[in-house]
């Protein structure tokens, strides 16, 4: 079966210092990999995805940035974190354009 | 993809059936009615989706109305793990590309001992 890890659990980083957040996927192969970002109170918005390795399509304009350096592999990371960012992150896959099964989350707490 | 309306928030006795309405009455023809629930500080689990038929599985069953314009998720017997942010979500399965899941406010469902 399939299954999708998410680290850190939890994080608390200060204005200013770099991220980097890990996705990985185990038990498929190429799959549609997603991060999301859920704001307290607020729902999910899709920040990047990602059909293959090394393709990266962004939703909105941030100071975040994605990678797929391998096939289950999905990294979110940042070279300055804002307040802004703090937040709950999701990682996501799919096969193809199918049913999203979501990891754990990473909860951000940017000071 | 088709907007979706669900009440803010439910409650529901333990043990008993909890029924989870969704209007969608713009969707689509070939556009699937999904249905997730977000545990507290927990990622979104999925839980049932259907095209026109109603489906059942080991979490819930779906009942889809013959003009597709609302759904009904049902618990059949709720229990306190139950409690839980409830979305409804309708999009179009692609084959090729990414599909972008497009969550509201969906519904508080408050499971009471």
């Known amino acids: 079966s399939q299954t999708i890890h998410q680290w850190p659990a939890t994080l608390v980083q200060p204005v200013g210092s770099p991220l980097s957040l890990e996705c990985t996927v185990e038990?498929?192969?190429?799959?549609?990999l997603y991060w999301y970002r859920q704001a307290a109170g607020r729902g999910l918005q899709l920040l990047f995805y990602?059909?293959?390795?090394?393709?990266i399509s962004s939703e909105v304009p941030q100071n975040l940035s994605a990678s797929r350096p391998q096939d289950r592999q999905f990294i979110l990371s940042s070279k300055k974190l804002l307040l802004s960012d703090s937040g709950f992150y999701l990682c996501?896959?799919?096969?193809?354009?199918?049913?999203?099964?979501f990891g754990p989350g990473t909860r951000l707490l940017v000071l | 993809d088709a907007k979706t309306t669900q009440p803010p928030s439910m409650d529901c006795a333990e043990g008993r059936a909890a029924n989870l309405p969704c209007n969608h009455s713009?969707?689509?023809?070939?556009?699937?009615v999904y249905w997730y629930r977000q545990i507290h500080s927990q990622g979104p689990q999925y839980i049932i989706h259907?095209?026109?038929n109603n489906e059942t599985n080991e979490m819930a069953s779906l009942i889809i109305t013959e003009d597709r314009k609302s759904s009904t998720l049902i618990l059949p017997h709720a229990t306190l793990r139950d409690t839980a942010v409830y979305y409804c979500?309708?999009?179009?399965?692609?084959?090729?590309?990414?599909?972008?899941?497009?969550f509201g406010q969906g519904t508080r469902l408050t499971i009471n001992p």
């Open positions: 713009t969707i689509s023809g070939n556009e699937y």
């Open positions: 990602s059909v293959g390795i090394g393709q």
């Open positions: 996501a896959w799919s096969i193809l354009g199918m049913t999203q099964y």
């Open positions: 979500i309708v999009f179009r399965q692609i084959i090729q590309g990414a599909q972008k899941l497009v």
């Open positions: 259907g095209l026109k």
């Open positions: 038990g498929t192969s190429n799959p549609n």
